[in-house]
């Protein structure tokens, strides 16, 4: 039978060693999931898909216990460091000190039969992605230093791991010889200065001191004076090899390069950022980009027990449960715009026609304001968009209004902040949940903003002009007439253009039982 695959009662189930490093955080040490048949053929084709999505969650939970968020939409980024520059070999010598760490440790708790349990697992589930039987999770030039690593830690062949090391040093002692003598100042003091001037969010300060100790954790305490491009390539290579995805290294290297430019720009430490123009393509990104939902994955979230059984749960902030998705679909607006909604932001504005008639239309105001603690990306951002008649029928404009009457600082105020104080923190990642376990789209490509590639997307074929569809989605073009858009833009050509607004194919949920 295959690795993980086990039998009782006559259906199958998947069983796995969660990683030593999350068990604390699951309270236990395996994960048993039921397969949902009897059949060995098919348990043994939905076993790996299992194997492949508990993977997925267990790198998912890492990243939220350690705080990084997803990377932001540079699109005038420097040309990255190809990841196919990473030497497997390089890989493969990182990749066995940590094993050796992490079973040193399962000995002394008394958990080494489960760890090296785990590992024999992992092996297989890397040969199966590198022969193609299994979607790649990572690089394959990554699958196969890791593969080989596993292979020599778990045979005892060390042959491997001694001639790769005459073969090549790694990058990181490389960069440790090659560091100049003498004193200077920390990164973490440069962190402290730029923090007491520039005034980030907490949670922005403590992710790029996280990122500050893990570069230190690497080389000691350097002084930034001391810090050469050398370190920094180094750097990303040991995070590629200690198994940190591409989009997670294209965070921290640039939180990493803040504080060079703010050593070499503001206070004249260093002539230049040495992480300047470091990052790593991920091969994977053209097929796992973020995307447009496709009408069948709408019309499932559509047809969800939010939607189709009443369910609000106190993850999803209760009513915002049920209204986000649709309000993101039918404005094009980011998951915080709508959040973070304040009663007022809704409402009836008066506007003149081409041929000077007065009409009426509510909108949705998206601005920047500081006092109720409400952010737009940029500038651009602010901006009013039409409601939707849709929305309308729905009762959206009712949930607004009893907003309004018990003077809530929000329309949604069930969302709970998290312990940083991002305020939709939690709920996305009730939302990723929500989507994967309920309604049954597993794809990382369809995270809550693919409702905003979605509106993009049926703007295009609702045949509605350019600078209004820019206009609803607070897209800058670089051209001059955007500083005449945003919130002085025509309401005329913004009604029309949301009157044009469809969905074909779309089944719309009923209305809240509360508003029918």
């Known amino acids: 039978m295959m690795t993980g695959l086990i039998r009782r009662n006559g259906r199958y189930s ?14 236990r040490r395996e994960i048993v999931r039921a397969l949902g048949t009897a059949d060995p053929v098919r348990a043994k084709k939905v ?82 992605m590198l022969d193609g039987e299994v979607t790649a999770t990572k690089d394959y030039r990554e699958l196969e230093g890791i593969r080989n690593a596993l292979r020599s830690f778990l045979t005892g062949d060390n042959s491997f791991a001694i001639a790769a090391a005459r073969k090549a040093r790694t990058a990181v002692d490389e960069a440790k010889a090659a560091t100049p003598p003498g004193k200077g100042d920390s990164l973490t003091s440069v962190v402290d200065r730029w ?103 709408i019309n499932a979230i559509f047809a969800s027990p939010v939607y189709s059984q009443g369910r609000r749960p106190n993850a999803g902030g209760g009513e915002a449960a049920y209204w986000l998705p649709l309000l993101a679909l039918y404005t094009g607006a980011r998951q915080t715009e709508l959040g973070q909604l304040h009663p007022d932001d809704v409402a009836e504005e008066s506007y003149m026609d081409a041929d000077g008639k007065e009409h009426s239309a509510w909108v949705i105001r998206i601005v920047e304001n500081a006092e109720r603690n409400q952010h737009v990306k940029n500038e651009g951002s602010e901006r009013r968009v039409p409601i939707h008649a849709d929305l309308i029928a729905l009762g959206f ?49 369809t995270p809550f903003h693919s409702f905003r590639h979605s509106f993009k997307h049926f703007v295009r074929l609702s045949h509605i002009p350019n600078d209004v569809h820019n206009e609803f989605t607070g897209h800058e073009t670089g051209d001059v007439a955007d500083a005449y858009g945003g919130l002085s833009y025509p309401l005329a050509p913004l009604v029309e253009g949301m009157k044009l607004y469809r969905v074909p194919g779309l089944k719309l949920p009923a209305p809240p039982p509360g508003l029918i």
């Open 14 to 27: 998947t069983r796995k060693v969660i990683p030593l490093d999350l068990q604390a955080h699951y309270g």
């Open 47 to 128: 076993h790996l898909a299992m194997w492949q999505m508990l993977e997925t969650e267990f790198e998912e939970t890492r990243q939220e216990l350690a705080g990084v968020s997803a990377p932001p939409n540079d699109e005038d980024a420097e040309t990255p460091t190809p990841i196919a520059d990473i030497s497997p070999t390089l890989v493969s010598l990182v990749k066995i000190d940590s094993l050796r760490e992490e079973r040193d440790k399962a000995a002394k708790e008394g958990t080494l039969a489960a760890f090296m349990r785990s590992q024999s697992d992992t092996l297989a589930m890397t040969q199966a």
């Open 195 to 297: 923090a007491a001037e520039n005034k980030p969010e907490a949670r922005t300060v403590k992710r790029t001191q996280n990122i500050v100790d893990r570069f230190e954790a690497l080389y000691g305490k350097l002084a930034v004076q001391a810090v050469t491009k050398q370190h920094v390539l180094a750097f990303k290579d040991a995070l590629i090899a200690q198994g940190q995805s591409p989009a997670n290294i294209n965070v921290m290297i640039p939180m990493l390069g803040t504080v060079f430019n703010y050593a070499a720009d503001k206070l004249h430490l260093i002539q230049t950022n040495p992480a300047a123009k470091v990052r790593v393509t991920d091969k994977r990104r053209a097929k796992e980009k973020r995307r447009a939902f496709e009408i069948e994955e």
């Open 397 to 445: 404009l009712k949930v607004a209004q009893a907003a309004k009457a018990k003077r809530r600082a929000r329309i949604f105020p069930a969302i709970i902040p998290n312990s940083t104080g991002e305020l939709m923190g939690n709920w996305s990642k009730w939302f990723g949940r929500y989507r994967r376990k309920e309604c049954g789209l597993t794809s990382k490509e």
